[in-house]
Every structure is written in C-alpha cells, then in structure tokens.
C-alpha cells in the first residue's frame, strides 16, 4: 500500500504540474495492485476531482477561462460521461482500453504547445470540436480519466485559443465529467462497491491532494514546463506500455 500511495503522489504532482488530472495512470497503479477493475473508476475519478478541482477555481478566478466555448464542450460531454459511467465493461475490456488510453496520452503530451493564440485565429478545424466531446465523455467515464489530456492536444492542433485557456477548459473539462462518469460508476456498482471503494480511497485522495498542491508549486516556481511534460509522458508511456504487455 506504501507503494501505491507513493506512485499516486508523484502521479498527482506531475499531472497537476501540466493542468491535468492523472486519472489514467491512477487507473493503471490500480490495476498494476491487483485492485478489483470494477473500482478502479471510482477511486481514479475522485481523485481527478481533487487534483483540478483547485486548479479550475484558480483559472477562473484569473480570468483565463474561455467560459462560453468551455461550458459547450463540457455540457456535451458530461452527459456521456454518466452514461459511460453507467456501462457494464469486462476487465479485459477495460484494461485494454484504459492501456492504450494511457500510451495515446503519453504521445499526445510530448507535442508541442502554443503560447498564445495565433494572431490568424482558429483554423476551420475548430469549429467542430463539440463533435469530439461526446466521445471524450463517454470514454471519461468509462474507464474513469477525465479525457482533458486528449482535448487539450486537439485544440491546441486547431488553434482554438491560447495555451492558458485551453489548460483552464481541460481543467473544467475533467473536473465535470469526472463528477458525472463518478455519479453513473456509483449508480451502476451499489453502495457495497462504493464501500469497498471509500476504504481503499481514502489514504490515496490524501496523497494526491498533497501532491497536487506540490506539483502546482514546483511548476510556478522551479521546474520548466517542457521538463514537467517529458516526465509526465515518460511516466505514463511506461505504465502504458506495461499493462498491455501483461493482458
């Protein structure tokens, strides 16, 4: 259990150091533990929740939140976010996707990210990424990540806006159907498979809230953002990786 509460403080400090929220590779710790897949969502979207909970308030408070684009995509999305969290998946199912989930995740980190918004606007691309949220919902809350950190790298591809405000739309992005998918893992599993899931919980929400709060400061204060990434990808990449090779 140390080990595990250790790989979830490093997972929160590296994710909340880039704007995400790491509910993937808290899903893959789980499932590398030997912790029942079927609440495995359930611990991984309560810590998501934690992590950028803090993370979305702060980015509205700065006023960097596009709110009318953001509450589009993440009033699309959080719909099948409950009702990716209300499907039955079998485990190997579920590994599989959540294994290749984490190895995209890792690639997409390492592209690279905009500054500022590109003084010849949105590509036509943009316009249609509401046809991505749904998916990215369902999936969020299916095998219980947020689905931000395959937003973010989208619209950053289409020029949607500036850097800071797509990080904020990813924050409140996970943070929204992290809530929704948790609702639907909670209705689908009863209350002793929530039970089961608050006893194993508990010392892994305290750590990541530690963490979160770490990884925050080291990226304001000391660590470059591209050093932050590469390691955040290196680390999800690697655990990707491992859980396919062991199905």
């Known amino acids: 259990m140390i080990w595990l509460i250790g790989g979830f403080l490093v997972t929160a400090l590296l994710y909340a150091s880039v704007g995400f929220g790491g509910g993937s590779t808290y899903n893959a710790l789980l499932a590398l533990a030997r912790v029942d897949y079927r609440i495995l969502p359930l611990i991984a979207l309560a ?9 979305t308030v ?8 596009p709110w ?34 984490l190895v995209l995740t890792g690639i997409m980190m390492l592209l690279p990210l905009r500054g500022q918004a590109d003084p010849d606007g949105p590509t036509f691309l943009a316009r249609f990424a509401p046809l991505i949220a749904a ?9 219980g990540i947020g689905g ?26 996970i943070l929204v159907n992290s809530l929704f998918g948790l609702a639907g893992q909670i209705l ?12 194993l919980g508990l010392p892994l929400i305290v750590a990541v809230a530690i963490g979160g709060q770490i990884g925050s400061w080291l990226a304001l204060r000391y660590l470059p953002a591209a050093w932050i990434r590469w390691g955040t990808a290196a680390l999800t990449l690697w655990v990707g990786g491992r859980l396919l090779l062991g199905l």
């Open 47 to 55: 810590c998501n929740i934690v992590v950028v909970g803090g993370s």
């Open 58 to 65: 702060r980015f509205g408070r700065a006023g960097v939140t």
């Open 68 to 101: 009318r684009g953001a509450l589009l995509l993440t009033g699309i999305a959080a719909p099948a976010a409950f009702l990716g969290g209300l499907t039955p998946i079998g485990e190997g199912t579920f590994l599989t996707i959540l294994g290749a989930s």
């Open 135 to 143: 998916p990215l919902g369902y999936l969020a809350g299916l095998v």
């Open 148 to 173: 931000g950190i395959f937003l973010a790298p989208l619209l950053h591809l289409t020029r949607w806006n500036s850097a800071r405000a797509v990080a904020a739309t990813a924050a409140l992005f």
């Open 188 to 199: 689908k599993g009863g209350a002793g498979r929530f039970a089961a899931a608050v006893d």
